[in-house]
């Protein structure tokens, strides 16, 4: 179960005693010697999702992909016609098409963040003029999985009708 963005190490400790003690509770049962670290490796975790995003406002292409390890991967759920798995050379390519449709840019908005571990879940909404006129804006949830500071796997959910009438222009994958 993942913690929320609030640091709650003062509830694990109140709530282990409370499941594992049957009587009354005298010191902390609870071992948190690691806690801080793994508090703080979240914490770094989180930032780097936000500067991800920041990356993807700001269009600077460069900077996004400098964010991905050299085994990092992306892959777009569903099956669209930009759906599939991507290696960091065509998430280079895809991301210069990305600001060619969208030539004012395009903005996401994180509306929600939570991470464990290695692993970072943002809900957010992307909003951005296409250049066939119509406004695109939709509702993701992204699933990033972080290793030494670099972005190993990022996995896009979406609206893929949405994806399919205003990126895709109606086509749909054979």
């Given at each position: 179960?993942?913690?929320p963005v609030q640091n709650t190490a003062h509830l694990h400790?109140?709530?282990?005693?409370?499941?594992?003690?049957?009587?009354?509770?005298?010191?902390?049962?609870?071992?948190?010697?690691?806690?801080?670290?793994?508090?703080?490796?979240?914490?770094?975790?989180?930032?780097?999702?936000?500067?991800?995003?920041?990356?993807?406002?700001?269009?600077?292409?460069?900077?996004?992909?400098?964010?991905?390890?050299?085994?990092?991967?992306?892959?777009?759920?569903?099956?669209?016609?930009?759906?599939?798995?991507?290696?960091?050379?065509?998430?280079?390519?895809?991301?210069?098409?990305?600001?060619?449709?969208?030539?004012?840019?395009?903005?996401?908005?994180?509306?929600?963040?939570?991470?464990?571990?290695?692993?970072?879940?943002?809900?957010?909404?992307?909003?951005?003029?296409?250049?066939?006129?119509?406004?695109?804006?939709?509702?993701?949830?992204?699933?990033?999985?972080?290793?030494?500071?670099?972005?190993?796997?990022?996995?896009?959910?979406?609206?893929?009708?949405?994806?399919?009438?205003?990126?895709?222009?109606?086509?749909?994958?054979?």
């Open positions: 179960m993942a913690i400790s109140a709530f282990g005693r409370m499941l594992f003690t049957s009587g009354p509770v005298s010191g902390n049962i609870m071992n948190h010697s690691n806690m801080p670290a793994a508090s703080s490796q979240i914490e770094r975790n989180k930032q780097f999702a936000r500067d991800f995003f920041d990356m993807l406002n700001r269009g600077d292409t460069k900077a996004m992909l400098d964010a991905y390890a050299e085994d990092g991967c992306c892959y777009t759920m569903g099956r669209t016609l930009i759906s599939g798995k991507f290696n960091k050379t065509q998430i280079a390519a895809a991301g210069a098409a990305i600001f060619e449709a969208f030539p004012q840019g395009v903005r996401f908005d994180i509306h929600n963040l939570t991470a464990e571990d290695d692993r970072v879940a943002i809900e957010a909404e992307s909003f951005g003029m296409h250049v066939s006129g119509k406004l695109y804006n939709n509702k993701y949830h992204f699933f990033m999985r972080i290793r030494a500071g670099k972005l190993v796997e990022l996995k896009e959910y979406m609206d893929t009708e949405l994806v399919t009438e205003i990126l895709c222009g109606g086509q749909r994958p054979q």
